[in-house]
Structure formats: C-alpha cells, structure tokens
C-alpha cells in the first residue's frame, strides 16, 4: 500500500539554479470544484515546462465535487519545485507519495 504524507513544497531544500538533469515526482492533488475552468495542469505544461502524466483521476461530470489526480510530473529539480508552489499557492491539496514503488 502507498504511503502519502502532505506535502508543502516550500518545505523542500533549495534546488541548485544551474542543474538541468530530469527527474520525476509522483503526487496526488485535490482540485476543488471552483477551479473546473482553470487550466491548471496545462499551466504546469506551459509556465514550467513540465511533462504532466496522468496516471489516475476522479472527476465528476456535474462538476459538484472536487478533482482528484495522481500525476507524474518530469522536468527539472527547479521547475518541479516552482510548479508545485504554483500548486499550493491555488491553495490545492498536495500529498507526494513516500513510497514510489506502489505507484
């Protein structure tokens, strides 16, 4: 069984500025309802440059419930970090999963 564990990405050591290698991060997002017009995972693809993989979703047709995504996210250290305080700056519900293997 995956471990979740909430995630502040402001809490994360600082990113060396000059390191391009890729990586990947694994987390679970709660959109909530008022942001169903919101372009929020093509902003992650456009302002960040990141490659957005969506491994699992929820999402209600009416939109009277909020959205629930599992995503892979692949660029840089630094660009994963400034998507992801994109991310809590909406206020958005962030868990990263500790446990990668169960993914």
């Known amino acids: 069984m995956?471990?979740?564990e909430s995630f502040d990405p402001r809490a994360t050591d600082t990113v060396a500025k000059d390191d391009t290698r890729q990586t990947q991060i694994h987390v679970r997002l709660q959109i909530p309802k008022?942001?169903?017009q919101e372009p929020i995972l093509s902003d992650l693809i456009s302002r960040y440059?990141?490659?957005v993989n969506i491994q699992a979703a929820l999402l209600s047709a009416s939109a009277h419930e909020d959205g629930w995504f599992d995503l892979e996210l692949h660029g840089t250290e630094?660009?994963?970090q400034?998507?992801?305080i994109?991310?809590?700056d909406l206020d958005l519900k962030i868990w990263k999963d500790t446990?990668?293997?169960n993914w």
């Open 34 to 36: 008022q942001y169903k």
């Open 49 to 51: 440059g990141l490659t």
């Open 2 to 4: 995956a471990t979740l």
């Open 82 to 84: 400034e998507g992801l």
């Open 78 to 80: 630094k660009r994963i």
């Open 99 to 101: 446990d990668e293997e």
């Open 86 to 88: 994109y991310l809590n």
